[in-house]
């Protein structure tokens, strides 16, 4: 495999983000960020410890309250959101190296998919900043009652690895057009396009202290939770970190958003167009290796034609091509870390020793980096654990079903309720299955399609609150209701 380093850029910033301000550590530390192609050491970064984190809450906090931010017109504030996305835009191949160097996803991916995306979603919620408004209330009496949409506060903001800059765009886009200021953690695995991010902001303009950035472990994530100064949190991780934010967060009864993980259900009924189903089933499972958390996990087939399905999409599952994410025609990349990769290949032993037929895949590829084969496993029952875990990784798991009452039950049987898809020419089925499937998305006859325009977040487990569109602006937003006497 050709070096990964081939076509690296260069890593400008390490060290904290703070009030305008790069800095090391008040506590001097640094941790490793891991090339995940060859398992060397990228660079070391700094990690924020709770004097960080303080200092960062009042740089927010500063910045909120009596800073050029309070004082700037909604639409001036626009105005910079949309310079970043220009300065994005003007940087997408360097962002998208940067991506790809310290996550190991395909470039082409990162070019194709990450930056448009995030770009958007920053133009997206910069057209909102100034179209935040209230209403006007009747009242008995005589009165004049409205609302005020005011921004919520200072916001931490915690994001996982799986899509760094992605995950920034989308918690920075709605904090933004609202007027909040932010504290922001990026995954200590991926930190480096977040650093950068930042580094383009202050170039747009951001006045000092409206957006920071402390890097480190979950430790320095549970710092900004448990910090009096910050108002809210929005998250995004695994429901056990989730959890344990929950409980931190309860002391000062922050507001709380998640967007949290899933097994959902990939429908592929007999009537379906099926080349369409099997490259969704693919798309939807092995894209970004597999770590999404509304990955097409479980992917039920029906029974009259479940055979021929399993043997295109593994006929499929065969051509991706794996190996130095750099090289434009890589499809598949290294897992992010080894903790993933380790847990992926202990899932697929389970696969194996309970009972589940593994049609290809299944080892690790090559002898250094995270990769993985895609992996597809037949014959598998809903209590396997490889059908009811999330494996964050390339692990299809294939399984029949044969009537429409029997599928939206078992597609229902998870704790999760993040996405779900559906794949029939049948328009009535396909309605009964996006009203009856608890998931925060449904899609039908396609998979992942996303847009900064359309809320996305989890029923049960799967998370709380919506980001994207319109929905994301309440999470950063709080209604103030002023009565005045007209007597
Ligand atoms: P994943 O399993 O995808 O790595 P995690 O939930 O462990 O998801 O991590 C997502 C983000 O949450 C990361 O930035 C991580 O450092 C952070 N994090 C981990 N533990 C905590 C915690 N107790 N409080 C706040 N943030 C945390």
């Not at 931490?156 to 918690?171: D, E, H, R, V, Y």
């Not at 344990?244 to 959902?264: N, P, V, W, Y």
């Not at 847009?451 to 977040?457: C, Q, V």
Request: negative net charge; hydrophobic residues 40%; proline residues 5%.
């Amino acid at each position: 495999m050709t070096s990964a380093i081939i076509g690296a850029p260069k890593i400008r910033q390490t060290n904290l983000f703070i009030g305008g301000k790069w800095q090391e550590s008040r506590g001097g530390k640094r941790f490793p960020t891991v090339n995940p192609v060859n398992e060397q050491l990228i660079v070391e970064v700094a990690e924020g410890n709770e004097a960080d984190v303080d200092a960062a809450v009042k740089a927010a906090r500063s910045a909120f309250e009596s800073g050029p931010w309070s004082k700037m017109d909604a639409r001036d504030r626009g105005r910079l959101m949309n310079k970043l996305a220009d300065l994005m835009e003007a940087n997408l191949d360097e962002l998208a190296a940067l991506e790809t160097l310290d996550n190991g996803k395909p470039i082409s991916d990162a070019k194709a998919a990450d930056l448009p995306l995030a770009i958007d979603c920053i133009r997206y919620y910069a057209g909102w900043a100034d179209k935040l408004t209230g209403d006007t209330i009747p009242i008995r009496g005589n009165y004049f009652c409205y609302t005020r949409r005011e921004p919520v506060g200072v916001v931490g903001q915690i994001i996982p690895w799986n899509f760094p800059i992605l995950m920034t765009a989308w918690k920075w886009g709605p904090a933004l057009a609202s007027g909040c200021t932010i504290v922001m953690k990026p995954a200590e695995q991926t930190p480096l396009t977040c650093l950068r991010l930042a580094e383009l902001a202050h170039e747009a303009g951001f006045p000092d202290g409206v957006i920071n950035i402390v890097t480190g472990y979950g430790q320095t994530g549970a710092a900004i939770v448990r910090h009096p100064g910050v108002d809210k949190i929005a998250f995004t991780g695994h429901y056990e970190t989730a959890q344990k934010i929950m409980i931190d967060a309860a002391q000062t009864l922050k507001r709380i958003t998640f967007e949290l993980g899933g097994k959902s259900p990939n429908v592929v009924f007999a009537d379906a167009d099926i080349d369409a189903a099997v490259a969704g089933a693919e798309f939807g499972l092995f894209f970004n290796q597999g770590q999404c958390c509304c990955a097409g996990s479980r992917l039920f087939v029906e029974q009259s034609i479940y055979d021929t399905f399993v043997e295109k999409v593994v006929a499929r599952a065969k051509t991706r091509r794996l190996g130095d994410p750099f090289d434009p025609k890589t499809t598949q990349g290294p897992q992010v870390d080894a903790d993933q990769f380790n847990k992926i290949l202990s899932y697929i032993d389970k696969g194996k020793s309970e009972g589940a037929q593994c049609l290809t895949g299944g080892r690790r590829f090559g002898n250094t980096g995270f990769f993985v084969e895609p992996t597809v496993f037949a014959n598998v029952t809903d209590d396997m654990s490889i059908a009811r875990d999330e494996i964050f990784g390339p692990v299809l798991s294939i399984l029949p079903f044969k009537t429409t009452e029997e599928i939206i039950e078992r597609a229902n049987s998870t704790y999760y309720g993040l996405a779900a898809a559906v794949w029939t020419r049948d328009v009535v089925k396909a309605h009964q299955f996006a009203a009856r499937v608890r998931a925060g998305t449904i899609w039908v006859n396609c998979y992942d399609v996303f847009d900064a325009a359309a809320p996305f977040g989890g029923f049960k487990m799967s998370g709380m609150g919506r980001e994207l569109g319109a929905a994301a602006l309440a999470n950063y937003t709080e209604s103030k209701t002023v009565t005045m006497s007209l007597a």
